[in-house]
């Protein structure tokens, strides 16, 4: 029998060594496979803020479960919106961007805790710093960067830019201050008179929320109960005023008076999905409107032309980077909870640095659209018409 199991193992000896590197390559990589697929934890709970509530009798729940694969999604959204909004400043500074332009680093939690909430059916409306719901509406990488760039691959065939970006349900970028808010307001009402059990977030920063338009959207959402979000992005500066020099009250999600409220960390994804479904499962019940505060941070500056410096510290921003970055939460939480490796991260790190250069290459090379095409889809489904140009003898043909 010792005779046996000594000819066995000299034959699996000589195996190995005749295959050399390759059985080692092929060994490792089963162990690593065993540990992707079998020993990561599926899905954990976590503890989160409680939310401020305003006309409510109770919040969101102060736990959240996360599970393995929504964690590495929010992951890879978020990273890819920050790394494509950190290639934009680059650009911008390189001239071969311009023009208004308004980035979300440091917001993602935001974007991706709302769309994580609601369906890909429901709609959505911002203002300006929209590059981040353009992705999570189902934009691409490259359509945005392209878009930025003014280029024919761009998603508004590049005629929007940096603040006109639209996909199927999602109704831009809107430069005026505020005045998506009763757009909002008016794709509810849409929603309700159609019969579809559909809603709509409405976005808006605290510098527009003391716009009068959005109290008298507040008014009629709330007499016809309308099925809409209305959710203040509150990054601390609407431009360079701090909220405590240009409100008397900033308790935001108090603002509707009447119309019930939360104020939730924007900073955790976990946070402002659990408010965000909470939120929409009260619209679709049909009480009518819900507000939402949500208290984040953007890194850079209002747009371009603000080094963001003047009215903060650096320090300030140092420290929230430190403490409360989205995107080193979430990663802390699945790496202190077995929930992916610090290498699977990685990987993912450097799969959307090239999505990110990918695309920033074709934004760089894609042909601007044509003078012809500068006044087509201006109605939507009209036979094609002619437009004055620049002067009376200029004409220019449009089509839907």
Known sequence: MQ???????????????????????????????????TDFTP?????????????????????????REDGLKYYRIMQTMRRMELKADQLYKQKIIRGFCHLYDG?????????????????????????GYTLT????????MAELTGRRGGIAKGKGGSMHMYTKNFYGGNGIVGAQVPLGAGVALACKYQGRNELCVTLYGDGAANQGQIFETYNMASLWKLPCIFICENNKYGMGTSV????????????????????VDGMDVLCVREATKFAADYCRSGKGPI??????????????????????????????????DPISMLKDRMLSNNMASVEE????????????????????????????????????????????????????????
């Open 345 to 400: 991260l990685k990987e993912i790190d450097v799969e959307v640095r090239k999505e990110i250069e990918d695309a920033a290459q074709f934004a760089t090379t894609d042909p601007e659209p044509p003078l012809e095409e500068l006044c087509n889809h201006i109605f939507y489904n009209d036979p094609p018409m002619e437009v004055r140009g620049t002067n009376p003898w200029m004409k220019l043909k449009s089509t839907s």
């Open 137 to 144: 509406r189902g934009g691409t990488v490259k359509e945005i």
């Open 3 to 37: 005779k046996m199991l000594t000819v066995i193992s000299n034959v699996l000896r000589g195996s190995a060594s005749k295959n050399g590197a390759q059985a080692v390559s092929e060994g490792t990589r089963v162990v690593v496979s065993a540990r992707n697929y």
């Open 43 to 67: 899905q954990a709970t976590f503890d989160i803020k409680k939310c401020d509530v305003h006309r409510l009798e109770e919040g969101p729940p102060t736990q959240a479960v996360l599970t």
């Open 244 to 263: 405590e020099r240009a409100a008397a009250s900033t308790d935001y999600y108090k603002r509707g008076d009447f119309i019930p409220g939360l104020r």
């Open 291 to 324: 507000l939402i505060e949500l208290q984040t941070y953007r890194y850079h500056g209002h747009s371009m032309s603000d080094p963001g410096i003047s009215y903060r510290t650096r320090e300030e921003i140092q420290e929230v980077r430190s403490k409360s």
């Open 107 to 131: 917001q993602e939690a935001c974007a991706v805790g709302i769309e994580a909430g609601i369906n890909l059916t429901d709609h959505l409306i911002t203002a300006y710093r929209a590059h």
